[in-house]
Nanobody
Framework: QVQLVESGGGLVQAGGSLRLSCTAS????????MGWFRQVPGKEREFVAV????????AYADSVTGRFTISRDNTKNTVYLQMISLKPEDTADYYC??????????????????WGQGTQVTVSS
């Protein structure tokens, strides 16, 4: 079955950087868009970024544009989220996810069927 495993979270000071990774298995990674979402306990999960199957198209939430970069390496079945200039408000659990059908590029949470377990990011002020 499809498995998504995130890594790379941790504690960082404001202004610092982190790179999250998500490695997929159990399906043909290269034909699926991949997304990153985040959730603060007690709040709804929110979209962060999405990348097309080939990596040529990306989109970001306004709150992270210019600071976060999504990328992927289809030879490694891995999607990344490079985060710079981190702010305390970026503190959340970060999840990678994949839509339920190939070649479907979407930023809508409800379109994502496969989810990782999440990795925690804490930004101290």
């Amino acid at each position: 079955q499809v498995q998504l495993v995130e890594s790379g979270g941790g504690l960082v000071q404001a202004g610092g950087s982190l790179r999250l990774s998500c490695t997929a298995s159990g399906y043909t990674f290269s034909v699926y868009a991949m997304g990153w979402f985040r959730q603060v306990p007690g709040k709804e999960r929110e979209f962060v970024a999405v990348i097309s199957p080939g990596g040529g198209t990306t989109a970001y939430a306004d709150s992270v544009t210019g600071r976060f970069t999504i990328s992927r390496d289809n030879t490694k079945n891995t999607v990344y989220l490079q985060m710079i200039s981190l702010k305390p408000e970026d503190t959340a659990d970060y999840y990678c996810a994949s839509p339920g059908r190939p070649f479907y590029y979407t930023a809508t949470e409800g379109d994502y069927n496969y989810w990782g377990q999440g990795t925690q990011v804490t930004v101290s002020s």
